[in-house]
């Protein structure tokens, strides 16, 4: 990237969250070490795009593609939750991974260099769809 910030300033850091892993069932090994390992490819995904964006605006263009798949998947996970009660079966595991793309999501926006830019981007998507809010 060409902007001035340092190359440091510019890594993500992403990570499942400890209360995420304690949450699910003492067999959620193979689920935890999925997490793990998904979380790892964003990870890398996200590392690649970012080193490979030539302004901090391209960079968030990418976090927010990540956002909107992790949106995405955070709805599809949502919609299985009642499914699964209505079936009898426990809803743990997709609730765990539901809450693990919400806190992807805010750990993205931790990250001080790149939640402006988020946010920027994410505006400007709706304004270019052409979604405007009350009457203008």
Do not use: C
């Not at 263009?61 to 996970?77: C, F, N």
């Not at 750990?107 to 830019?117: D, F, I, R, T, V």
């Amino acid at each position: 990237m060409t902007d001035d910030a340092s190359e440091t300033d510019r890594e993500l850091s992403l990570g499942v969250p400890q209360q995420i892993l304690e949450s699910l069932p003492e067999d959620g090994a193979n689920a935890a070490a999925d997490m793990k390992e998904a979380v790892g490819g964003l990870q890398r995904s996200l590392d690649e795009a970012i080193e490979s964006a030539d302004s901090e605006s391209e960079a968030a263009s990418y976090a927010v593609d990540a956002i909107e798949h992790l949106e995405g998947r955070m709805e599809t996970y949502d919609e299985f939750i009642p499914e699964l009660r209505a079936w009898g079966q426990s809803p743990i595991y997709a609730i765990a991974w539901r809450n693990l793309y919400a806190e992807l999501i805010a750990q993205l926006y931790e990250h001080e260099w790149l939640a402006a830019q988020i946010d920027r981007e994410r505006n400007y998507r709706l304004v270019e769809d052409g979604i405007r809010f009350g009457d203008r």
